[in-house]
């Protein structure tokens, strides 16, 4: 990565003078069975950029939402500059100047870039009516102060993300916000886009505006932040400057572990050694393409050996497993499996041929909440457990048996819905869904993503034993660390083609970030325009 | 299931160096989509524009000026319906209680009639807005289904127009040389007041939609509920507007017609919302809510009135007719529009 | 956001042993499951202790043989709303059936019913094509055929009443066997049928899959789109035996007004048995529970002199508090 124009230091004058622009004090929130926030202090000064972080169920959504009115605390209260306020709904918390910019754009797709800026609060001419001249001058205005330029007719689903993002970011800062927060802002953006996002954070800084900055991304919250704030379990663990404290220490808080055990033992549960890769692939791909999102990606998969996609978001790593799922249409480009060629892609013919996929957005793709643990883990192999198109439930039963015993799902029977379940068990169901199949090849996008720590080792040390079994597994993950430590062999992405293949003693940290930034030779810019001419 | 979620994959290749020149991902829409979305826009539009000159050579008896009159007089009363029905659509809702509800405005004004202009005017918008508001509480507030809540309304509303009429016997007649009588039959240049009323209603309505607030939100409460209300936009309450809104043209809708036919007929209206519906999507508007236009209504209605118009003047044709081309139409419009919806999505 | 962030407040949907039958009163998940068996049971008892010549045979005979071809299409209409989707055009499939009839009863009765159920086939196969491969939504697709339908129906008809003479296809609708309805015993046999499908077989569980969830049903290998076309095939079936089935009670094919309506009667008998409308359940004797209790509360509303206007009222009241039991509930 390009070396960070210099990001403003923390600014003595204007941050750690000024009083607490919004405070939350002792803020409880329950849910049926949950206390989603205990006690929790916190308070975010003028003109900072203060980092929230903390594992998936810390409280940090919950914290937000009670800050931004989405929710009503259960006790405790919150003031801005001093005075104490309540917020029945959003709107009021914006009205006080709390704008949120969230990981999923939240604006309205169809509709224009300036309508999008001004919804709510649409200038007049004198008859009372939208002033649209006024209003797209203004956002053309608005934008330009951050560098982006953007005719604001165009409806906002037409711009890359990154794009929409300043929009949000734009329409946030012209309702006057005194506090923007920003949940997970980057976890979509391309490098250049941090950048850009970054310079804007330090303009608001410069007009004194207290950012609330949510990241699980280190390098991150090192570079831009100025204190941080760690919750773990619903309660506050430690508020305090960043720049004095230890990545490791900021780790050990946030996992509730001890430090030397941090250290240790490392991030992730794998084990050290290799895996035994056989000779012959038994997957191959050749040719890959798919407009726009793939452009000639071959890969093979050894079985017994895991095999890591490497890449930035956006760089085509979940479309490729998608794609040798048969679940992206492609343009070009076949699959083999074990010396056969696959005729029609589709998910049904995978899987008859052995390939299994994890999709990503599990919510989404993967689980079907009110179906019970039982018929999801069968869902795909229910044409196998039945007769006549008739359901054999003793064999559903056993099948299921076998699998939340080994995986150890925890459920209060297999009759329990799946949506009722934590995140981590729904991602054992899911993967107990395709190992039920026997699959050769097992492709896993993010399957440790939103998962707890404890279930999120399990699943680490489950695909170890997995590629020890014999299987061919192909794993996606955004955490550097398990993706390092995970694989055998690292194939990464760029632009949808593939950029670089580490394997050996070069699969380390060092290296791949070599692969990401861009040192290696570089086939991503000139194979789409190739890709456009045939026909 | 958000058919217009954007793609996540737009490539932005930007050079950092001059972040200001640059331009947005994709700056440029293609030849293609903009005339997919112009297609979009005005197909409707053209459709009926082909039609009508193709009718005007065909049956010269179709150009005729008092043709053009019956048939505008025809469409202005489910054309006052589909207004509302339009803008409860780009909410993203439904409103099929209409019809029902217009039968009632009708015998409500036919009723009060007795006691003057203005009290045949106020009841069916009083009772019917209320109806409306119960649709619009129930379904903001109570956080059910449209579909589902519009369905009962649609029963309950009959029903109490049945209850008025001791059950269905009596027609209440509005007494002649009224006021209230002329607001249906009279004219203005042999045009129908009612036609007038249309599209001053529709003229409004699209100043609503375009230019003010709650146009807007309405639009962003259909493109993104989540988002509208993460805006601060007043979500529930445009939704309460919107179905008293619809309850209450519909309402006006059958009143006028009651004036027009000097009675509150009580079997009008059974399945007017399909057709305002109908009218709707021919027009146009995206039935998942978030795009849409009062114009391509007023095409789509007049497209329908166009199609029964022709195939009474085909003497030969069976009336029946008219129902298989309203249908015919209505799926080569939506698949036309799936179609052009995925045009312009991939860039 | 987050979907994790703020772990899933253990919902309370299940009804558990421990919980004491007083607090299952308060969950509204309980009446959403059981609510329409219980109104039944308040129903029946009501009109036995306060309505004369009510719990009769011959009243339940005559009960049942009207409710029947709405549970006949209703249990077609269970299957699509559990995929996520509706049938608007169930109505004009009976108009069409019904139309068909008359015309090929002239070759025999078999030939007939073929045709008619065959015309019933492909209307759903309309609908499924337009839903599951153009991607409409069913909303849409179905409205289509709704107002075509029974256009087509007229233009067949001529639109003429036609009277049925044949004496197989009027005993359809006047016999009985065992003192039962023939009607109610076709009836009944396809709710067993239906149940059995939606419970035990695989079709039947992708069904509820593919409304639970489409594209996890699709990356799960599930043949998305024969399943939606399989399901808007069965209600298109579903809809012309029950077109079938009333022109030979009405002893006269009439395309004109057969079947009106029957979208609602049908959407109605579904909601209230606690299908939610939102896809990814499908409750079989709740369909039936759900169309008889309409039957039996018009019945009731009748045998006591009241008006027509107040039995659809009622129906209006019970099916707000059928989604309202039913509606998501969210947590603040």
Not at chain 1, 186 to 213: C, H, M, Q, W
Not at chain 3, 215 to 222: E, K, Q, V
Request: with cysteine; aromatic share 4%; charged share 15%.
């Amino acid at each position: 990565m390009a070396p960070p124009e210099a990001v403003p230091e923390a600014p003595e004058a204007a941050g750690y003078t000024a009083s607490a622009v919004l405070e939350a004090r002792s803020v409880s929130k329950r849910f049926p069975g949950v206390v989603a926030l205990d006690d929790v202090t916190f308070s975010l000064r003028a003109g900072e950029t203060h980092a929230l972080v903390g594992e998936n169920g810390a409280g940090k959504s919950t914290l937000i939402k009670v800050l931004t009115g989405v929710y009503r605390p259960d006790g405790g209260e919150l003031r801005m500059t001093g005075e104490p306020v309540r917020f029945a709904r959003p709107f009021e918390a914006q009205q006080a100047g709390i704008s949120t910019i969230y990981q999923e754009v939240n604006l309205v797709p169809l509709m224009s870039v300036a309508r999008n800026i001004f919804l709510g609060r649409e200038p007049r001419n004198r008859f009372g009516l939208i002033d649209f001249a006024r209003m797209h001058r203004e956002t053309g205005e608005l934008l330009d102060g951050f560098g982006v330029r953007v005719d604001p007719r165009r409806p906002l689903h037409t711009l890359g993300v990154g794009t929409q993002q300043m929009v949000a970011l734009a329409r946030a800062v012209s309702v006057n916000a005194q506090v923007v927060i920003m949940d997970e802002p980057t976890s979509s953006l391309e490098p250049r886009e941090v950048e850009t996002l970054f310079r804007v954070i330090g303009n608001l800084r410069d007009k004194g505006i207290a950012v609330l900055y949510v990241s699980h991304r280190m390098d991150e919250l090192y570079r831009i932040c100025d204190r941080v704030t760690v919750l773990r379990d619903g309660r506050h663990i430690h508020t305090g400057e960043l720049a004095g404290l230890d990545r490791m220490q900021l780790v050990s808080m946030m996992l509730g572990r001890d430090l030397s055990e941090v250290r240790r033992s490392g991030v992730t549960s794998f084990t050290a050694e290799g895996h035994e890769a056989a000779r012959t692939p038994v997957l191959t791909a050749t040719g890959l393409s798919s407009r726009l999102q793939l452009h000639d990606i071959s890969v093979s998969l050894y079985a017994g050996e895991v095999l890591g996609l490497g890449g930035l978001l956006g760089s085509g790593r979940s479309e490729t497993a998608k794609a040798l799922s048969g679940a992206l249409r492609l343009d070009a480009g076949e699959l083999t499996v074990d010396g056969t060629t696959l005729k029609r892609l589709t998910p049904a013919a995978a899987i008859r041929a052995g390939i299994s996929l994890l999709p990503e957005d599990r919510k989404a793709e993967g689980i079907v909440p009110g179906l019970s643990v039982r018929e999801n883990i069968v869902l795909a192999a229910m044409p196998r457990l039945s007769r006549a198109g008739v359901v054999s439930r003793a064999k559903q039963d056993r099948i299921v048996d076998i699998f939340m015993k080994r995986l150890r799902i925890k459920a209060s029977s297999p009759e329990q819905k799946v949506g009722e379940l934590s995140g981590g068990n729904q991602q054992k169901v899911l993967l107990a869904r395709w190992l039920c199949l026997e699959p050769k090849v097992l492709l896993l996008d993010e399957p440790t993503r939103g998962i707890d720590v404890g279930a999120k080792a399990e699943v680490q040390s489950l695909i170890d034993d997995l590629a020890r079994e014999g299987l061919a597994v192909l794993l996606i993950s955004s955490d550097i660390e398990e993706l390092i430590e995970g694989a055998d062999r690292i194939v990464v992405l760029r632009g949808g083609a593939v950029a670089g293949e580490l394997s050996g003693d070069d699969v380390a940290e060092d290296q791949l970030l070599e692969v990401l930034a861009d040192h290696a030779p570089e086939p991503a810019d000139t194979a789409p325009a190739a890709q456009e001419d045939p026909r | 299931m958000n058919e217009t979620k954007p793609a996540t994959a737009a490539p932005a290749p930007v050079p950092t160096k001059a972040p200001a020149a640059r331009p947005a991902a994709g700056a440029e829409q293609t030849g293609r989509q903009r005339a997919a979305e112009l297609l979009q826009r005005q197909g409707v539009l053209a459709v009926l524009l082909t039609v009508v000159i193709a009718a005007s050579f065909i049956y010269p008896t179709f150009a005729s000026l008092d043709n053009a009159r019956g048939v505008t007089i025809q469409a202005s009363f489910l054309a006052v319906v589909a207004l509302g029905m339009t803008m409860v659509i780009i909410t993203g809702g439904i409103d099929l209680s209409v019809g029902s509800v217009f039968a009632l405005g009708g015998v409500l004004a036919a009723w009060a009639s007795q006691y003057g202009f203005l009290a045949a005017l106020l009841l069916p918008l009083v009772v019917c807005g209320g109806i409306g508001l119960l649709n619009g509480l129930l379904i903001a507030r109570g956080n059910m289904a449209p579909f589902i809540v519009t369905l009962a309304t649609l029963l309950g509303a009959r029903g109490l127009l049945l209850a008025l009429t001791d059950e269905g016997a009596t027609t209440y007649l509005v007494p002649e040389d009224s006021a209230f009588g002329e607001l249906g039959q009279g004219s203005v240049w042999g045009f129908g007041h009612p036609i007038i009323i249309a599209l001053v209603l529709f003229g409004a309505g699209g100043l609503v939609l375009q230019r003010t607030s709650f146009g807007q939100t309405l639009f962003a409460v259909g493109g993104s509920s989540d988002a509208a209300t993460l805006m601060g936009l007043p979500v529930a309450r445009t939704k309460i507007l919107v179905y008293t809104l619809s309850g209450l043209l519909a309402g006006l809708a059958g009143a006028l017609n009651a004036a027009r036919l000097s009675s509150g007929v009580t079997i009008v209206g059974v399945g007017m919302e399909l057709d305002a519906i109908s009218a709707v999507v021919i027009g146009g508007t995206l039935l998942v809510g978030g795009a849409g236009s009062i114009s391509g209504t007023l095409w789509g209605v007049l497209l329908l009135a166009v199609i029964q118009n022709l195939i009474n003047q085909i003497g030969s044709l069976n009336s029946s007719y008219q129902s298989v081309v309203s249908g015919g139409f209505l799926i080569v419009v939506v698949v036309a529009q799936r179609y052009l919806a995925r045009s312009r999505r991939s860039t | 956001m987050n979907p994790t962030a703020v772990a899933p407040p253990a919902k309370s949907d299940e009804p558990r042993t421990s919980v004491s039958p007083l607090a299952r009163l308060r969950d509204p998940a309980w009446y959403q499951r059981y609510g329409v068996y219980m109104a039944v049971a308040v129903v029946l008892l009501f009109n036995a202790l306060f309505t004369e010549h009510f719990m009769t045979a011959d009243n339940f005979r005559t009960q049942l043989v009207q409710v029947a071809p709405i549970v006949i299409v209703a249990l077609g209409m269970a299957l699509v709303i559990g995929t996520e989707g509706v049938d608007l055009s169930v109505g004009s499939t009976m108009a069409l059936a019904a139309a068909f009839l008359p015309l090929y009863l002239g070759y025999g009765l078999l030939p007939a019913l073929v045709v008619a159920l065959l015309a019933g086939a492909v209307v759903g196969a309309v609908n499924g094509a337009l839903v599951s491969l153009v991607g409409l939504q069913p909303i849409v697709a179905t409205l289509a055929l709704f107002v075509g339908g029974r256009g087509l129906a007229l233009v067949m008809a001529d639109g003429q009443l036609k009277q049925i003479v044949n004496p197989d296809l009027l005993s359809l609708g006047t016999g009985s066997f065992l003192g039962i309805p023939l009607v109610v015993w076709i009836a009944g046999i396809l709710a067993a049928v239906v149940a059995f499908l939606v419970q035990r077989t695989t079709f039947g569980r992708q069904v509820v899959a593919v409304g639970g969830n489409r594209s996890a049903a699709a990356l799960a290998g599930l043949p998305v789109k024969r399943v939606l076309i399989g399901v808007y095939v069965i209600c298109g079936v579903l809809a012309a035996l029950a077109g079938i089935l009333a022109t030979a009670r009405l002893t006269a094919s009439d395309p004109s007004s057969l079947g009106t309506l029957m979208e609602l009667s049908a959407i109605t008998a579904v909601v209230v048995g606690g299908t939610p409308l939102n896809g990814g359940s499908v409750r079989v004797l709740g369909t039936v529970a759900g169309a008889l209790l309409m039957q039996l509360l018009r019945a009731t509303l009748v045998k006591h002199d009241l008006p027509d206007s107040t039995a659809q009222i009622a129906q209006a009241a019970i099916i707000i508090a059928a989604v309202y039991v039913a509606r998501e509930r969210r947590s603040r």
